[in-house]
């Protein structure tokens, strides 16, 4: 079974989204911000991809995502942005930062579904 | 969970004037089964917040996504993958081997609706075929539909469309962003010719393809038409070339002149014609 962190501040997301993924047989972690995420992957090291928001308390998106990325002795799980940060120059700079997938908020189940595929955790 | 008529009317009018989909009175079911999702990726709750969140906002993503979760458009980017992955990997390398001496390659999308099959297949080609620069690729897709095909050159998506199928390394590549949503680069764009085209009339006009994707559109047919629509796109066919049906679509008890292509697992025939040369 495939494992999937989900990091948002919003409990209410964190429920939503868990809602739309669960039939899809994946295990859930769930994290409320960048600096909790980064403990749940010491903990986790099975962590096969994270959805994580952009703007969150603590430790936002994009500093967990550089700090993951920059630190080679961490597991590297696909890191899909899930964001109401929809421009073009916020999209470039995750990718830069080393996201594998974007999700401009609102998705749907649908979007979240084959973004999860893409990601290849499906 | 029950929606306040005020929420009701106001949904509804903002899909009608969005779509031209007329909701009518008592789908309140479909509302909350299709936005209250939406809502929830959000953080928001319920229909209620979802109407507070548009009336005080006027968020112009948000009011696109509702309209398009309510009127089920199935035209997607990479629809179902498979067929596109078996170009990639199967159909088009001997088909460009083939070709080394004409460089040229024409495709249909024949029932382009809103293009997102041609840009698709346009995207593959630029993606996976380098070696296809200072080729002749002429892409057609034609529609019956004006409306879609007003769409399809304007080449604008919106938000919720260009997260169907599209990957994210895509959209930052073939498209840029404008304030109705996301549209296809110029050089994509005008690389596609869109015409109007009605499947039950001539194809002659059209010339030779090497490949047609006719995908999703024959199920609207009766099978007197089918059988003639193949046939005449049979004929639009070279002896190499590849026809692409939907995934549940097929030619068998409707014509002989194509047969199954064995080693893909999405609905790609081949002209009959092409063994009788050999």
């Known amino acids: 079974m495939k494992t999937l962190l989900l990091v948002d501040d919003s409990r209410a997301v964190r429920l939503a989204t868990k809602r739309m993924v669960a039939p899809l047989g994946i295990a859930i972690l769930e994290a409320e911000d960048g600096s909790q995420a980064w403990d749940r992957i010491q903990e986790h090291p099975e962590v096969d991809a994270i959805l994580l928001d952009w703007n969150m308390p603590v430790m936002d998106g994009i500093t967990f995502l550089r700090k993951l990325r920059e630190d080679k002795t961490q597991p590297q799980p696909a890191v899909i942005m899930c964001t109401t940060e929809n421009d073009l120059p916020r999209i470039l700079e995750a990718m830069q930062a080393g996201a594998n997938e974007y999700i401009m908020k609102p998705f749907t189940e649908e979007i979240v579904r084959e973004k999860l595929a893409g990601a290849g955790i499906l | ?278």
């Open chain 2, 1 to 278: 969970m029950s929606i306040d008529p005020n929420d009701y009317e106001f949904l509804s009018s903002l899909v009608a004037k969005r779509s031209g989909l007329a909701l009518g009175a008592g789908k309140e079911y479909l509302l909350e089964a299709r936005l209250l999702p939406i809502a929830n990726s959000l953080g928001l709750t319920s229909l209620a917040e979802l109407v507070r969140r548009l009336r005080t906002s006027r968020d112009e993503s948000l009011a696109a996504t509702i309209t398009e979760a309510m009127t089920t458009n199935e035209t997607l980017f990479f629809r179902d993958r498979t067929p596109f992955d078996e170009l990639r990997d199967q159909l088009l390398p001997d088909m460009i081997a083939a070709r080394q001496t004409t460089r040229r390659l024409r495709i249909w999308s024949a029932a382009a609706s809103t293009g997102q099959e041609a840009y698709s297949l346009l995207m593959t080609l630029r993606e996976s075929f380098p070696q296809l620069a200072g080729w002749r690729i002429e892409m057609i897709g034609t529609d019956i539909s004006q409306q879609a095909l007003a769409k399809a050159k304007n080449g604008i998506y919106s938000q919720f469309e260009v997260q169907r199928g599209l990957p994210i390394q895509l959209l930052v590549k073939y498209f840029r962003q404008v304030p109705q949503g996301w549209q296809i680069t110029d050089d994509l764009r005008s690389s596609v010719t869109f015409r109007t085209l009605n499947l039950l009339e001539s194809f002659t006009s059209l010339g030779e393809f090497d490949l047609i994707f006719c995908r999703n559109v024959l199920i609207y047919f009766e099978q007197i038409n089918k059988t003639a629509i193949l046939d005449r796109m049979e004929k639009q066919l070279r002896s190499d070339g590849y026809l692409v049906l939907g995934a549940a679509e097929t030619v068998l008890g409707v014509t002989n002149r194509f047969q199954r292509v064995r080693t893909c697992k999405s609905a790609v025939y081949s002209p009959t014609k092409s063994l009788q040369t050999v």
